[in-house]
Structures are given as C-alpha cells and as structure tokens.
C-alpha cells in the first residue's frame, strides 16, 4: 500500500473529522494516511487543541530553536518511508527545507497545502519573498481556494499541479447540532440572558486575537445599541485577548463574553442570534454562520483568509468600510429591516450547501492520487527556473 504522510505544527477540533474522512476514503484506494503534528496540540488558552486517533496520529515533540521562530519535527523515518509528504506552507517549520531539498534531488514526492499569500499584518518582506520562491519548488499543491490557486499561478506554480481543496469543516455535523436545539432551550437561554422576545442578537465566534477586530466590534456594538436600546451581542471563543474582552464586557450587560465554546453548546449561541459580526479577519467561522443561516458582516480589510471568498456581499452578508459607524449604520439597516434580513439568511443557508467537508475530502483524494501517480519532474525543473 501507498504511504501518504501529512505534517502539521498542531491538531485543532475543526481538522479531526476532516483528516478520519480522508482517511477511510484513502483506504479504498490503497493508500494509508498518517499525520504528524506536534503532542503539545491539546495546550493554549483558545481551548481548541484536539487528537487523532490512534491509527492515524504521529505525535512528535517539536522542537522550538532558541530566540527564533524556527520550529523541527523530529519525523525522518516517516519521512522516509512515506510515498508522498504534504507539509504546511510554513517558513517556520525546518523540516520543509529538508523536503524541499529531497524533492529538487527526485528523491521524494512532497506538496504543500496551505492558504498561498500571508496577509498578515507585520508580516515580514523577506518572509512573503521567501514563500513566493519556494512555492513552485514542489511537486503539488493542495490550494485552499481559487485565489490561491491563482496566486500560485501567478508565482510560476503550474496550474496542472493544483488541487484546489475548497477549504471546509464538517458543517453536516454542525447541522445536526443546529437542528437538535429545540425552541424551548432556546426560550429558556434567552431568559438567562435578559433577552426578551423580538430583542436582535448579534454573534462572534472565533479566536480572540488582535486580527479579529474585537475593539472595532465592541465600538461598533456600542453604537448599535444606542439606537437600538433592545440589541445584545455575544462573544464566544478564547485567545491572547479573552482577558481584556472578559474586563470591556464588564461594564456592558448586554455583551455576554462566554469563552470557548464547542459542540452542541456553540451552536445554541448560533440559534439564539441573528448576524454573525466578523470586522477582522475572516476564515474558516463563515462556513459556521451559512450553516446556520447567518449572514456574516465584515469589513473590507486587507488580510482576511482566503474563505472570504464565499461572501457575496449583499447576498449573504455584508461588506463595509473600516469605520465603526459605517459598520453599525449597515447593522442597523439590516436588523430593521425584517424582510431583507430573512432574504439574506435564506441565501446564506443555501451558501452553505455549496461548501462541505465531503466535498473537501473527495478533492483532496483526488489530488493525492494525481500527485501519485504524476511524473516526478522535480530536479529538471529546479534546473530551468
């Protein structure tokens, strides 16, 4: 049987069901999957770490290079014995460089998966420089989105030697949750809260991080309940910035910060609201709110995750401009306006139809199975570009 090795820095909750799907859908084709991530995963404040089972799981202990950012995964017998290595798109991680050299040499077959561009704030000249080299010195890439895959075009990367994997979570199982929520223990969450009948809820979920927009959130909040005295507006997830969320919230009644939350209990907050507010950066937490059928309201920033994509602006959400009252002010409209924001929850609930982690897993085999069995033309290549 083939050997496919996927490397990644952690294990997070939402990629659990994605790698045991692709699993058992690899096994029908002869191939075994491992994943090699690092066993501190289950650590952090944001409470989001997770394990694979044990037919698929490779811990490793990462090893952290002093005063850099620089990251090893003691992994080279895998490596070795693996037909196919899929790494991160990371210049952290040491080990790419090592595959890197193996694939230039026709020693190993090795793709990279991964969001293409870093648009991050801060981010380094010499870091993007670096990612846009070595991006075509792969024999595959498994590309989030089609603006990946057009970056990675755009960077020498054949377009034959893409996948683009339509990158979900498991939104079918999230459903489940969603419809399992009856009106009573949502009559009865809204009592606990101070929500009264008719009262419009805003919703966040999500990392509590600085690329989040959380103060542009709590500001534009401020102002939407000024004209709309009956507004409130949770705050579900943990990060570096829980402890001074938890301190604003405080002195605002209406704002229930409630941390991390997952499963069944995440998606009561998703039943009990009416928009999900996202000004920061915008990933993965989209697909969340079309399952839900809740349009997603952002800003037009410039460093937002390749899924903001799937938001069509006047469709199933909204995009505004960087200022909190321009924010509100397009909040407001929708919330006051009972007819179009049914309209825009109907679109976003169909969205959501469009994206699924079955269609993800069957892209993904696909891809593997083409990286498989392409032609290893790695080191002629290395020598023309």
């Not at 419809?179 to 809820?201: L, M, S, T």
């Not at 000004?279 to 697909?287: C, E, K």
């Not at 903001?308 to 200022?323: A, K, P, R």
């Amino acid at each position: 049987m083939k050997r496919v090795l996927v490397i990644q820095g952690q294990m997070k909750q939402y990629r659990v069901p994605f790698f045991v799907k692709l699993h058992e859908a690899l096994l029908g084709d002869g191939i075994v999957l491992k994943v090699a991530y690092g066993a501190d995963s289950s650590s952090g404040r944001r409470g989001d770490g997770a394990d694979l089972p044990e037919e698929i799981a490779l811990k490793v202990k990462s090893l952290r290079i002093p005063t850099t950012r620089l990251i090893y995964h003691p992994i080279l017998g895998e490596v070795a014995a693996s037909d196919l290595v899929i790494a991160e798109q990371a210049n952290r991680y040491l080990v790419n460089y090592l595959l890197l050299v193996l694939a230039n040499l026709g020693l190993k077959r090795v793709a990279f998966w991964g969001l293409g561009k870093n648009k991050d704030e801060g981010r380094s000249e010499f870091s993007e420089w670096l990612r846009e080299r070595i991006a075509k010195r792969v024999d595959w890439w498994f590309a989030y989105t089609k603006g990946t895959r057009d970056y990675l075009t755009s960077n020498g990367v054949s377009a034959e030697k893409i996948t683009i994997i339509q990158n979900s979570i498991d939104t079918e199982d999230f459903c489940r949750q969603l419809d399992a929520i009856g009106a009573d223990e949502i009559a009865g969450a809204r009592r606990h809260f101070g929500i009264e009948d008719g009262n419009p809820v805003g919703l966040f979920v999500g990392a509590l991080l600085p690329d989040k927009g959380l103060r542009f959130l709590l500001e534009s909040a401020r102002l939407i309940k000024t004209r709309m005295p009956g507004f409130h507006l949770f705050i579900v997830g943990g990060g570096q910035e829980q402890d001074a969320v938890g301190a604003a919230c405080q002195s605002l009644p209406w704002v229930h910060f409630v941390g991390p939350r997952f499963g069944q209990e995440k998606a009561l907050f998703f039943k009990l609201s009416d928009l999900f507010l996202l000004p920061g950066r915008v990933g993965l937490a989209i697909l969340d709110a079309f399952a839900a059928g809740l349009p997603l309201v952002t800003t037009d920033i410039s460093y937002h995750g390749p899924e903001v994509e799937y938001l069509e602006s006047g469709c199933n959400g909204l995009i505004s401009g960087q200022d909190p009252a321009e924010f509100s002010d397009r909040v407001l409209r929708l919330l006051s306006d009972p007819d179009l924001l049914r309209k825009m929850k109907n679109r976003a609930r169909e969205s959501s139809s469009r994206y699924s982690i079955e269609v993800m897993v069957e892209n993904f085999r696909t891809g593997i199975c083409g990286a498989l069995s392409a032609t290893k033309l790695r080191s002629a290549a290395s020598t023309r570009a």
